[in-house]
């Protein structure tokens, strides 16, 4: 059977890593049989990143790569009958989760004051004397990868303006739909799952969190898919 190799629930969220959420809830989606493992140490992953498959003699990192899988193996149940223009949407709308609101995501989590003060005690079971340092010094590094990509040199406000506009183009894009793509879900609904449930769902404080909740459409969306693809675990 196949293995999804992912980090544990955290926060009130099933996963705390938006890719490894949506990679479950691709699998929950398409009814492909698989084994939760879980992990923490991202070393003996293929990429150095979570989630990863374990398929027989497959093993495979990256989400989208996972999920490009999974459909030439056991075929296309979610995006099969997209027509080409709705295959670009689903790819631009893709893009603007996984390569934009991604960043000030992290950002608010790991660098702005009231989220760090809430995902640092990830590390409280940690022994003495790792605590004192590995927490600053994961920070540290993510604090580096923002500033590399981009997003870490705006300021703390500029940052969360990104965030709320990119929120603000996937509210007006789910309107009233059941679905962010059509009436049926598609594999986008995956991404936007993963994504969105790291904000409303979660215990987190921070300013991108306190948006999503407020956002009436976002809070029914995400009990919708948890209803439909996760009722197993109520």
């Keep these: 059977m196949l293995k999804l190799v992912q ?12 890719f490894c959420l949506k990679l479950e809830t691709y699998l929950r989606m398409t009814g492909i049989a698989h084994e939760v493992v879980w992990a923490s140490d991202t070393r003996s992953a293929p990429k150095g990143k979570l989630p990863y498959i374990v398929d027989g003699d497959v093993t495979l990192g990256d989400s989208s790569l996972i999920v490009n899988y999974l459909k030439s193996k056991h075929g296309d149940p979610l ?26 995501m992290i950002y608010c989590r790991w660098i702005e004051p009231a989220g760090w003060a809430r995902i640092s005690r990830i590390f409280d079971k940690m022994p ?18 923002l500033h590399l990509q981009g997003m870490g040199r705006h300021t703390p406000g500029e940052i969360v303006r990104f965030g709320a506009q990119y929120l603000a183009a996937i509210e007006t894009q789910l309107g009233a739909r059941e679905f962010m793509l059509s009436a049926a879900p598609t594999s986008l609904d995956a991404t936007a799952y993963g994504f969105l449930a790291q904000l409303v769902e979660s215990s987190l404080d921070n300013p991108l969190a306190a948006k999503a909740k407020a956002t009436p459409s976002f809070v029914a969306y995400c009990a919708r898919m948890k209803q439909r693809y996760f009722a197993d675990l109520a």
Excluded at 90 to 104: A, G, K, M, N
Excluded at 128 to 145: A, C, M, S, Y
Aim: proline share 9%; glycine share 4%; hydrophobic share 40%.
């Design 79 to 104: 995006d099969g009958t997209l027509d080409t223009q709705q295959r670009a949407q689903l790819l631009v709308w893709q893009r603007l989760f996984e390569d934009s609101l991604l960043y000030p």
């Design 7 to 18: 980090f544990r629930p955290a926060f009130n969220v099933r996963n705390m890593s938006p």
């Design 128 to 145: 003495v004397p790792l605590r004192w340092f590995v927490p600053q010094l994961v920070r540290g590094r993510i604090r580096k990868t």
